[in-house]
């Protein structure tokens, strides 16, 4: 699967991350923070409520062709993401700094890279079996 083929749901699920992640800015500091923070401050439903995005990203990663490691790799940022946030105070602040779900899409991102590093230059195969090759004239 090449990159290029992905870069609208990589850009898709890059602004979902970022509405979640760092959407907002705290006034006179470069502190980002996004909506996952701002559903950490209801107690009880807030995170769970955060959970929600993710698991959409982790879906997408894996209809993209994400291996499991990567997809484990990615439960355990939620996870993370879920278990500290959950923590009143200390979650909320953790929450700004950990972004998760960014974190997710870079991996994905990165992921994707390589794969089409990695694939074929279909171009030349293409052209080494088109009518028009010298080799296939009768």
Same mark, same amino acid.
């Given at each position: ?20 992640? #760092?959407q907002?800015?705290? $006034? ?7 909506w996952?923070?701002?559903? +950490?401050?209801?107690? +009880?439903v +807030?995170? #769970?409520?955060a959970?929600l $995005? /993710?698991?959409y990203?982790?879906q997408?990663?894996?209809?993209l062709?994400a $291996?499991k ?15 500290? +946030? /959950?923590? $009143?105070?200390v979650?909320?602040i ?8 960014i974190?997710?899409?870079d991996?994905l991102?990165?992921?994707?890279r ?18 028009h090759?010298?080799t296939?004239?009768?």
């Open positions: 699967m090449e990159h290029h083929a992905h870069t609208s749901d990589l850009a898709r699920l890059r602004r979902l991350a970022t509405r979640m992640d #760092t907002f800015r705290l $006034p006179g500091t470069g502190i980002r923070f996004g996952d923070a701002v559903l +950490g401050l209801v107690p +009880g +807030g995170d #769970t409520l959970l $995005p /993710s698991a990203i982790m997408q990663s894996h209809r062709g $291996p490691p990567l997809l484990a790799r990615m439960a355990l940022n939620t996870g993370i993401d879920l278990v500290i +946030g /959950s923590v $009143p105070l979650g909320d953790f929450d700004i700094g950990w972004k998760s779900k974190r997710n899409v991996l991102e990165r992921h994707l390589q794969q089409a590093a990695r694939a074929p230059d279909t171009p030349q195969v293409e052209g080494a079996l088109s009518s090759h010298p296939l004239r009768g």
